[in-house]
């Protein structure tokens, strides 16, 4: 099955400052990468993903970036803000088109954004 | 609309008890899915449904057991309740049959934290 490795575990960062996460994954039959944000107390919400057909995809400050022959993607948040703060979880999974696999997640990166 | 809705938020068990966990979507979504969450292990997926009337094993079923008698509703049973068992459950959602949005983008609920002592 999948495995998705996921670093750092914790980046504290100063406010404005980027901030960086990178994942790895294992299955080359993987094509949609999702990252997550989850707030304290809060499900995880959706915020960016990926699919294999495309290097990169930017959505204001947050961007995504995948390379499918070293199997890592990457979140890029740039300017960071106090409400950054909060667990994000990477993931992946097989989109096979109708097909209903789980996503097998990254043990999640907490990034603090210090003022 | 409400989105994922889990019923309920907290529960404290003793081991050996059973407890029903319940998920509700009001988006028409097709899929649904129950996950664990442990500190420092991310999310393991249990079970999952791929429609009203099925299911399937996840990661980690072993223990659980699960049911999809209306589309709308998910629920996760634990028969006899072990220590092991005390986490966060998240029950998700995905595709609609009306959406041209990707098939794997899941709606989660707020969780619901359980205890087993």
């Known amino acids: 099955g999948e495995n998705v490795e996921q670093h750092p575990s914790t980046l504290s960062v100063q406010e404005g400052d980027s901030a960086v996460i990178k994942c790895t994954y294992s299955?080359?039959?993987?094509?949609?990468f999702p990252w997550y944000k989850q707030e304290l107390g809060k499900g995880p919400q959706l915020i960016i993903d990926i699919r294999s057909n495309v290097g990169e995809k930017k959505d204001q400050r947050i961007a995504v970036t995948l390379n499918k022959t070293a199997k890592h993607f990457s979140l890029h948040i740039t300017e960071t803000q106090p409400e950054d703060s909060a667990v994000y979880f990477c993931a992946a999974s097989e989109d096979s088109g109708g097909g209903a696999d789980g996503l097998t997640f990254g043990k999640g990166t907490h990034l603090i954004i210090q003022p | 609309n409400a989105g994922v809705t889990q019923t309920p938020k907290f529960r404290v068990l003793k081991t050996g008890q059973s407890m029903t966990l319940l998920c509700a979507q009001d988006m028409n979504h097709e899929y649904m899915y129950w996950y664990r969450q442990d500190p420092g292990m991310g999310l393991r997926l249990i079970h999952y449904?791929?429609?009203?009337?099925?299911?399937a094993k996840g990661e980690v079923p072993d223990g659980y057991n699960v049911s999809r008698l209306k589309k709308q509703n998910f629920l996760l049973g634990l028969e006899s309740a072990a220590p092991s068992q005390t986490s966060v459950y998240f029950c998700?959602?995905?595709?609609?049959?009306?959406?041209?949005?990707?098939?794997?983008?899941?709606?989660f609920g707020p969780g619901t934290r359980l205890t087993v002592l």
């Open positions: 449904s791929v429609g009203e009337g099925t299911t």
């Open positions: 998700a959602s995905s595709y609609s049959l009306r959406s041209f949005r990707a098939y794997n983008e899941q709606f």
């Open positions: 299955d080359s039959a993987s094509n949609y």
